[in-house]
């Protein structure tokens, strides 16, 4: 089986074979495009063979969500809700199945509640880049730091009130023009993800347990932050980017070759 998630920052690719994952693969978006797929009748041809994957249609299950995957029909695979994919997929990484999933990506964020391993709720917001990785890219840039020591700070941090990432960039410059410290900054950056994500992390919370997803999880602060002001426990589990991808993997497991 191939799982494929079409993300707004990279793409991501697994193969697994019952519950045994094979292989791991990460693409940029714009050079993955590029370099292995192609219009065609409508729709978008991935060439498997120029990145080594065998994959033989007859036999073999492509199963596709992701931020593209309403815009981009791929050809040859089946289609997923991106929720969906990603809530299977935490429950597989995670083992649990009764959890508020959290998923952070590069341009939207998403909190689904799962009961006995199905999303009975969920909210997205792919409206504004100000909770997403994208934000904290630009603001790691304004400070100057990498994103992993941007991650790292969360202790007195600085109010940021913007709730615009564009006009939350000039928040931030005016805050280091006033002497801020670089930690206090980056530490008022993660609590704004924070508070922009508490409101659906409050809605959908039960259970006191939160999985972790997404690219944004190597920011530690952020995990801090939600299980020191939340009262939580917060779990990034294994190949935590890769969760859309394997949760496609499961759906085509659990449907069988006959339902598709």
Known sequence: MVGIDLGSRSIKMVLME???LLSLRKFNTMDFYRSYAARRDGG???EFSA???PVNFGDDVVTATGYGRQTVKVEGARVIP????????AVQLSGLKDFTLLDLGGQDSK???VRSGRVVDFQTNDKCAASTGRYLENMAAVLNISLDELGRHYQSPVDLTSTCAVFGESE???KVVEGYSIPALAAGVNHSIFKRIKPMLTR???GGVIVFTGGVTGNTALKI???EKMGVEVIVPEHPEYAGAIGCCVDAAGRGHSQL
């Open 225 to 227: 932050m939600i299980e």
């Open 44 to 46: 978008l041809a991935i």
């Open 111 to 113: 909190v689904a509640l």
């Open 204 to 206: 959908l919370l039960s």
């Open 18 to 20: 019952a519950d045994r």
């Open 51 to 53: 990145m080594n994957v």
């Open 172 to 174: 931030l410059i005016g």
């Open 82 to 89: 991106e929720v969906m994919a990603h809530a299977l997929g």
